[in-house]
Structures are given as structure tokens and as C-alpha cells.
């Protein structure tokens, strides 16, 4: 990532005064601070919420009027539906419908649309459906601003809708009875960040005449896991939902959270939105989301636990639907011979509720844009989900070309798609054309902002538990991300299910701090211990056996100065081919002509036979890829003369094994000298192994023994046939320049293949060094 420190215009005096009034660290102050909260009236305003956050309902457009209609409803016994969506968000609103409708003693319904065969808001066979089945008024949550086609149909119908929702609202709005909406032009609402379960919340007030305690719980939920802004009105409807989770009677919840693991008491917004809030949203990304709404809504107990243990089951095969594809996936980018600006990833039985989670696993990886469609051949489309990351606007590339879609949508990080099977190649073409048409290629990190540096001395629990009075985080309100710079990475490992996390100790000064990462388990392979590293994250508390330690939750890493990553071993590792765009380093022409066709697209391949190849070479990469060993060391320090390399990758992959098998000795010399001396017509081409076997000499090495001789005049080779010269001229073995070449090579694959990594590494790193 682009690593941005925030730096802004730090009052000292504001801090200091604000640790002095509040009692709190220089470091909470500085946050503070840094995030507008720069006097006492406004930070206290900020950590302790109180119903002066709360707005008035009536201030929305059309509230007065839907508190009639919905009034008028249940005191005239009218069937109401509400009608809601299938993420947590939705689910969480059709419940605080369903239930403050139900305490007014109204007869209500509810219906969730099907993802796959209703799609997202008011679908016209469903409303047609619904109304033919006795609804007399329906109220949408979540949804609704979009729907002009349904809710005209309802019209015509006769059944009035009421539309509450929270998304971006079109030009032209449907001609629904009402619709209440926190950014409705003609409204007055002060705050127009509420969630869909936050606006159903604030009808469900208007309706009790009351502020609803018992359903601020779902507020909560609905309201994180729909990933709003949390601030203002929000941020004091999840401290206060929250709080009541904590404590909830709530039959659904309970039994969702006692499947997942989760003590009620130590509920967080975290919490929420890695465990619960998944949970909720697997039902609808596999099927039909009622359930969810069930759940959050029984007053039975076993019925409770049933619908639990159901929603767990389902969210178990999200993840498993989630862990195939990525997989595939991976192998997929792995296999690419060209690295694209942008990930457009295709193939058949994928299922399609989850390619949102994999493209966004695919963005946290690689730092790029990803789709992921799932093609069907049977009706010749791809249908699928991308995510973007900030540089580039995913709506306005694919908008660009969209006449190459059937269905589109979407905002700048996210979009959701249809199209032809035949054009997939062309959108990928595309979307590689409008990162260059906007100068984005190479340029496309996301950007990672940190909020402050920090010393390893600084990191305590009490630090930590200090931090959390900032807490809820998310949108608006992010978790304070710290730098911790120059610190030595000790005990590297690889953790959890297919080594995919990453853990390691950061030390500096005899202090210690444990550090998880987060499908970073593939960083293990590039760095060594004792390296010094620069680590940014998010710290937390590790609890285990009623001990409490600091951790910190890596983000990202950074090596200071090269980068030497070790992929030697006793065959090309696959790790190799997947550096980007790298220069690939060959010094013997028989390896080039065998892995050349691997080096992917985007990267260079070089042959390097001698000195002066080596000498001029130049490259622009800052990757360098050593696939095999040279023949002498002197060919790799010329190789880094006049380049600035910042990563290499090294292999030095050698078949002769030169080092290993070492150099003749004289008297194995002597004792060949001495049998060719006597025999004539040696036959070496068909019986060089007898002859291996009778000196007791491996074949390579007598190979190389009889090429010395063959050099220095000792023996004639005629058509595999060898024979002595008699008074050839006295001459050292030493004298033969396969003899010298061979001591070269032997010093190199002591350096470059079997020394220890980290004499390796000071060795290549001198290089460096002495190049500049």
C-alpha cells in the first residue's frame, strides 16, 4: 500500500489541555485533536453521546404522513406487508418494522425478495403477488427509491406504498404514497447518514411516539454491518445498541451468538461485524433471507435455536462456497502470463451470492480492482461482483463501456454486472485501457493513512483500553492505525489453515510485541529473522488463560532497505514466476531456453554468458529475479553495477553441483592419467560409466577430468574415442581453463546456493553497496 501519515496541524496547546481536562494520554488527546475534537466541550460531546444526538423523526419528509397512513392501517384491521432486503441491513429493518407494527397491534407481513429471482427493492410479480395475497398497504425498508416499475403497478393495483430507505436517490422519484428518506430534498433532516435499519428506527419512534429502547439493539447491528457513517445520530445508536446487547433478552440474537461463540457481554462492534452480521447476510447470499428476520423476531426458544444452528449452518457454506473460489481464483491470477490494471476473473459453477466477499479478498491481496463473474453457458452470460480500492472508479471504467453489459450498477469502490460471455475479454481489454487513459498503471496501491508513529514502549493494555473510549469504529470513525518504525521482525511464521496468516515478534530494545497478519502467511517467504521491518496496524488485546497482552494487527509491512528473498532450493520453486514485473536473470543459455517461456508479461528475461554481458547490462525493473547460479561471483556483482535494484529474488539454481561434488583430487587425476596411459581406443561416449565405475568417479566429475586433460594436450577425442599422447608437454592441471572455471563455480555455489540465507544476504547486500 501508499503509505499516508496523517500530519495535521497539531495544536500542542489543544493537546496538552485536553489531556488535562479529560485525564486522558497525550496519545488519545492527539487523536482527538487530529480529528477535530480539539476542545473539551467537543471531545467530551463525542465520548459520551446523550440524547441530545437524538433527532426528531417528523423533521423527514413525508413522516407525518406515513404515521397516518400506517396508523389509519392497523386501526381499520388493513393487511400490511413490510418489504425489505436480504442483507443484515435489511433484515435488521423489517424486523423494527414488523415488530413496532405488531405492538401497535397492526396486522403485519413481511417479505424479503430473493437475490436470484426477485433481485435487489420492489420487484412487479412479487408486489402483484403480495397484493393478490391480501396486502393492503406495503412499506419498503431498505429499499424502494428505485422502484418506479413496482410501485406504479401497486398503484394502479390500488394498494398505497410507503417507501423508507436510505440509498442514493434518483432524479425522478416513484409515485409511492410517501417516502421518508434522510436526504429528501424537501425534508429538514439534520443527518442523512442514517442505515435503512436507522430510518425504519426513526418511523418506529414517530409511530410508538417514544424513543424505542428494545429495538436499538437491531439498530445497532443493521447499522455497522451496513458499514454507514458512524457519527453523529449513528454513533449514538450503536453505543446505545450495544449496550443493549450486552444485556438482551432478544431469544434470536442470543441463540446466534451462543452457535457462533460469542459472550453477549463482550460484544463489540467488531464483534458485530465479523461474526453476527456475516451470519445474517449468508442466508440471503445463498437463498431466501426470511429466516434471518425469524430469527431476530421469535419468541420461542426452540424455535430460536433451530433457526440459529440453520443460519450458522448456511453461513458455514458461504464460507466454504468463499474458500473454493478464492482458491481457483489465485490459481488463476498465479497461471496469468500478462498482469492486468485490473482483475477480471471468470468461470462456470461459482456461486454467485459470495463473488462480492472473493473480489474484495482478491482487492486485499493484490492492491488491484477485481470482478469475479460466474459464467453460465446455458444462457450465455457472466454475472458477478467487482471491488475497487480508491485510485480507481470502478463505476465510471465499466460506465464507460457498459453498451458491453446487459444489467449495471454500482458506485466508485463497488459494481455488480451482467453480460455476454463474448465480451468478457473485450471488458477486461477495457479496463485495463482506462487505468492508462488516467495514468493509473503502477499506480494503483490503495493508499493506507496512519494516524500516528508509535515506540514499542508505548503499547500497554492500559494504552489500549484507553484507545477503546474512541470506540465504535468504522465509517468516519476508523480505528486509530499506527506506524512502528525500524523495528527487528524475530520469530517469523506462518499461521492457521494453509499457512495463510502471518505472525512474528516486532522487537526493538529488549521490548517485545506480538504482530498478526491476516492472510499475509506469503510475506514469511520474504523476510528472515533479525530483519528490520516497519510494521503498520491497528493494536488489540489478545486474551488466553486469563492473561492479557497487546498485539497488533498488521495492516502492512515494509522492509527497510533490499529486500533479499530466499526461494533456493533443489528445484525452481513456483514462487518464482509470480514476482509482477521483474527483470529475470539467466546465466546458463540451456535454463534460458527452458524457463524462458515462464517469466510472466510485463517482466524482462536476460541471458548473461560472460563478464561483459554482465557489465553492460541495465534495467529499469527494481526487481531482479536470479534464476541459476553463474559461473563466477564476479558476474553478479558486475550484474548490480549500475542498476538499483530494491528487491532481489534469488534461486541460483545450479544441475552441475559443482560444490557439492568439489574438485578432483590430484591422485584421482593421477590415476586416469595413468589408465589412458596404458589403454588405447577408450570408448567414452558408450562406456564412460564403466570407466566411472572402475575409478570409482562420478560420470560428471570424470567428464569434467577428461576435458581438463583434453584442454592441456594430454588426450585426442575422435569421435568418442580417446586415446593417450605420447611427450605432450608438461603443463599444471591448473594451467586448463575448465579447471579455473570449475574453482569459479565451485566459490559461487558456496555463496549463492549453500550459504546460510543471512550470510547470503550481507553478501548481495556488500554488492549493493559497493555499486553505489
Known amino acids: 500500500m501508499n503509505w499516508k501519515l496523517n500530519q495535521p496541524q497539531t495544536n500542542e496547546a489543544a493537546i496538552t489541555a485536553l489531556s488535562e481536562e479529560l485525564s486522558t494520554s497525550p496519545l488519545v488527546s492527539t487523536l482527538l485533536v487530529n480529528r477535530g475534537l480539539d476542545t473539551k466541550d467537543k471531545a467530551q460531546h463525542f465520548l459520551k453521546p446523550d440524547e441530545t444526538w437524538i433527532h426528531d423523526p417528523f423533521l423527514m419528509y413525508d413522516m407525518e404522513k406515513t404515521v397516518e397512513r400506517i396508523t389509519q392501517a392497523i386501526e381499520h384491521g388493513q393487511k400490511i406487508v413490510v418489504y425489505g432486503d436480504y442483507d443484515a441491513d435489511g433484515v435488521t429493518s423489517t424486523a423494527v418494522l414488523k415488530e413496532t407494527i405488531e405492538m401497535l397491534g397492526g396486522e403485519v407481513d413481511f417479505y424479503i425478495p430473493n437475490r436470484f ?46 417507501v423508507t430507505d436510505h440509498h442514493e436517490m434518483p432524479e425522478i422519484l416513484p ?24 430510518v425504519a428506527f426513526k418511523l418506529a419512534t414517530a409511530l410508538l411516539g417514544e424513543f424505542p429502547t428494545e429495538l436499538v439493539d437491531l439498530v445497532a447491528i443493521g447499522t455497522i454491518a451496513d458499514l454507514v457513517s458512524l457519527t453523529d445520530e449513528n454513533r449514538a445508536l450503536v453505543i446505545l445498541g450495544l449496550e443493549m446487547l450486552k444485556v438482551s433478552e432478544r431469544l434470536g440474537f442470543l441463540a446466534l451468538a451462543k452457535v457462533a461463540g460469542i459472550e453477549k457481554e463482550t ?33 420461542d426458544e426452540e424455535e430460536a435455536i433451530e433457526l440459529a444452528t440453520f443460519i450458522n449452518t448456511k453461513n458455514e457454506e458461504r464460507q466454504a462456497f468463499v474458500a473454493k473460489i478464492t482458491e481457483e481464483a489465485f490459481q488463476m491470477i498465479a497461471e496469468m502470463k500478462e498482469t492486468p490494471s485490473v482483475y477480471l476473473l471468470a468461470k462456470s459453477d461459482w456461486h454467485e451470492g459470495v463473488l462480492g466477499i472473493v473480489a474484495s479478498k482478491i482487492v486485499g491481496a493484490t492492491g488491484k480492482p477485481a470482478l469475479v463473474l460466474n459464467i453460465d453457458t446455458e444462457n450465455g452470460i457472466a454475472k458477478g461482483s467487482g471491488r475497487s480500492i480508491s485510485a480507481y472508479n470502478l463505476y465510471d471504467a465499466i460506465n464507460e463501456v457498459r453498451d458491453l453489459t446487459t444489467h449495471f450498477g454500482g458506485h466508485h469502490m463497488a459494481a455488480g454486472l451482467t453480460l455476454p460471455i463474448e465480451h468478457i475479454e473485450t471488458l477486461q481489454t477495457q479496463l485495463n485501457q482506462y487505468a492508462l487513459t488516467h495514468d493509473l498503471v503502477g499506480n494503483l496501491n490503495e493508499e493506507l493513512v496512519i494516524d500516528e508513529t508509535i515506540e514499542l514502549t508505548d503499547i500497554t493494555v492500559a494504552t489500549i483500553e484507553e484507545l477503546a473510549s474512541l470506540a465504535p469504529f468504522g465509517t468516519d470513525n476508523p480505528k ?41 502467511g506469503a510475506v514469511a517467504d520474504e523476510i ?11 493494536l488489540s488485546i489478545n486474551e488466553w488463560n486469563g492473561n492479557r497482552k497487546p498485539q497488533l494487527m498488521l495492516e502492512d509491512i515494509s522492509m527497510d532497505g ?17 514476482q509482477g514485473a521483474a527483470c529475470y536473470l539467466f546465466y546458463n543459455k540451456k535454463s534460458y531456453q527452458t524457463h524462458n517461456d515462464k517469466v510472466p508479461m510485463g517482466s524482462e528475461s536476460v541471458l548473461i554468458e560472460s563478464k561483459e554481458d554482465a557489465e553492460a547490462f541495465k534495467t529499469q525493473h527494481s526487481t531482479f529475479v536470479f534464476i541459476d547460479c553463474p559461473n563466477e561471483l564476479e558476474w553478479i556483482s558486475s550484474t548490480i553495477r549500475g542498476n538499483t535494484p530494491e528487491k532481489l529474488v534469488t534461486a541460483f539454481f545450479s544441475e552441475s553441483e559443482s560444490y557439492l561434488n568439489g574438485m578432483p583430487s590430484r591422485t584421482q587425476f593421477g590415476e586416469l592419467f595413468k589408465f589412458v596411459a596404458t589403454h588405447k581406443d577408450v570408448d567414452i561416449r558408450h562406456k564412460l560409466s564403466i570407466l566411472a565405475n572402475y575409478l570409482k568417479i562420478k560420470d560428471n566429475l570424470l567428464i569434467f577430468m577428461i576435458n581438463v586433460f583434453f584442454e592441456l594436450g594430454f588426450v585426442t577425442i575422435d569421435n568418442g574415442v580417446m586415446n593417450y599422447v605420447e611427450d605432450a608437454p608438461k603443463k599444471e592441471l591448473s594451467d586448463a581453463e575448465n579447471y579455473q572455471k570449475r574453482l569459479n563455480q565451485i566459490e559461487a555455489e558456496k555463496i549463492l546456493l549453500y550459504s546460510h540465507f543471512a550470510e547470503l544476504e550481507i553478501w548481495l547486500k556488500q554488492q549493493i553497496n559497493e555499486a553505489s
Do not use: M
Open 528 to 538: 528472515n529473522d533479525n530483519s528490520e521491518v516497519s510494521l503498520v496496524g491497528k
Open 562 to 578: 533490499l529486500q533479499v528473498v530466499d526461494l533456493r532450493g533443489s528445484n525452481l520453486a513456483a514462487g518464482l514466476w509470480v
Open 267 to 299: 460484544i463489540t462492534e467488531e464483534t458485530i461485524g465479523f461474526t453476527i452480521a456475516p451470519r445474517l447476510n449468508a442466508v440471503g447470499r445463498l437463498g431466501e433471507a426470511g429466516p434471518a428476520v425469524a430469527l431476530l423476531t421469535t419468541f
Open 480 to 520: 486509530p492505525v499506527f506506524l512502528l518504525e525500524h523495528v527487528q521482525a524475530e520469530d517469523i511464521r506462518k499461521i492457521g489453515g494453509n499457512n495463510a496468516h502471518l505472525k512474528l515478534k516486532a522487537t526493538k530494545n529488549k521490548v517485545n510485541l506480538d504482530v498478526i497478519g491476516f492472510q499475509l
Open 117 to 162: 429471482t426477485d433481485g435487489y427493492g420492489p420487484n412487479v410479480q412479487a408486489f402483484e403477488r403480495l397484493i393478490e395475497e391480501g396486502a393492503e398497504l406495503i412499506v419498503t425498508c431498505d429499499n424502494g427509491v428505485s422502484g418506479h416499475e413496482a410501485i406504479a403497478k401497486a398503484k394502479e393495483l390500488g394498494i398505497d406504498v410507503i
Open 175 to 198: 409515485e409511492a404514497y410517501a417516502i421518508v428518506h434522510p436526504k429528501h430534498p424537501q425534508g429538514a433532516y439534520p443527518f442523512g447518514e442514517l442505515a435503512g435499519v436507522g
